[in-house]
Structure formats: C-alpha cells, structure tokens
C-alpha cells in the first residue's frame, strides 16, 4: 500500500489542523492505518489508529479529546482533526498502515508501510 500525508502548516496556539492520508495500491479492509508523530530531537511517537473495516479508533493519552481520527472509504483516505493544539504539538506527523498491526497494538508494534510525512507548526 502507498501513503501520502498531507495538509500540514502553521497554526497558532489553540487552533486546528486537518491532516489527510490517502492510500492506494490495496484494498484497506484488512487494513489498520495510524498516525505517528516526531519532533525535533525526539523519539517518534504513536499518536492513534483505526481499524478500516470496522472504523474504531485508539488514541494516545495527549490525543485523546483534541484529535480524531476519521476514514472516509470512497476516498480510501484517512483524516487526522487537531484542536486545541499546542506549541508541543509541533512535529512531523507520518501517516502508516499494516494489514497485521490491529489499531489497539500499533503503538507498541508499529507498522510496516509508511507515507512521507508532513510538518505541522504550532506557534505560541
């Protein structure tokens, strides 16, 4: 499967962002797709996932409240909504898929497939 992430920028403090990730080249029905995160001089981190046939998510503890996960299947593209966002948000955010990684384990077994990823700013 091939992924590409778009619609990052720059937003202030307390703004919103909605960051796509469209998929082609498989079917996505076996599918998990999730949304990681790395900033400069960190580690990558999990930020949530969901499972495309089903469509339930699982999100990490900062994520949880502020960012959802959406999938929209004509499309086969998966959203990531940001509200609320802060300075700590900042980071390149990749979108990534893998037919054997359920969404739930994807943050402690990441997955194969990765997209380029796109920069997100978050100015005070």
């Known amino acids: 499967v091939q992924l590409q992430a778009s619609g990052g920028g720059l937003v202030q403090a307390g703004g919103s962002l909605r960051l796509s990730c469209a998929a082609s080249?498989?079917?996505?029905?076996?599918?998990?797709l999730g949304w990681f995160r790395q900033a400069p001089g960190k580690e990558r981190e999990f930020v949530g996932a969901?499972?495309?046939?089903?469509?339930?998510?699982y999100y990490a503890d900062f994520a949880k409240g502020r960012f959802t996960i959406s999938r929209d299947s004509a499309k086969n593209t998966m959203n990531l909504q940001m509200n609320s966002l802060e300075p700590e948000d900042t980071a390149v955010y990749y979108c990534?898929?893998?037919?054997?990684?359920?969404?739930?384990?994807?943050?402690?077994?990441?997955?194969?497939?990765w997209g380029q990823g796109t920069q997100v700013t978050v100015s005070s």
């Open positions: 969901i499972n495309w046939s089903v469509g339930n998510t």
């Open positions: 080249g498989r079917t996505l029905s076996r599918y998990a």
């Open positions: 990534a898929g893998d037919p054997f990684v359920e969404a739930h384990a994807m943050s402690v077994s990441p997955p194969g497939y």
